[in-house]
């Protein structure tokens, strides 16, 4: 059975860090691609960043340079380090496998960005 645990969410201020992980188990996670995605209130999914099972990179253009998409095949474990946060960063994370962003995914961590 595939399971996605997200976790390091949090309040934040307005030009601040987050570091969000995803714990994956059921599956060969060094195998596959994988993705972040948000849902922000009154909003529907939107996919942020992905990362290949060679480590290659996208990011969605809203967080270019401020984003970074990382592995630890070891770890069985994806990361998000969220820099220089605004508030329309505010939204649930999820990750899920793949590039898909109804594919099945974890309860989230919520990041929230205010002053």
């Known amino acids: 059975e595939v399971q996605l645990v997200e976790s390091g969410g949090g309040l934040v201020q307005p030009g601040g860090s987050l570091r969000l992980s995803c714990a994956a188990s059921?599956?060969?996670?060094?195998?596959?691609?994988m993705s972040w995605v948000r849902q922000a209130p009154g909003k529907g999914l939107e996919w942020v960043s992905g990362i290949n099972s060679a480590g290659g990179t996208v990011y969605v253009d809203s967080v270019k340079g401020r984003f970074t998409i990382s592995r630890d095949n070891a770890k069985n474990t994806l990361y998000l380090q969220l820099n220089s946060l605004k508030t329309e960063d505010t939204a649930m994370y999820y990750c899920?496998?793949?590039?898909?962003?109804?594919?099945?995914r974890g309860q989230g961590t919520q990041v929230t960005v205010s002053s």
């Open positions: 899920v496998k793949g590039w898909i962003i109804t594919n099945p």
């Open positions: 059921g599956f060969v996670f060094s195998s596959y691609d």
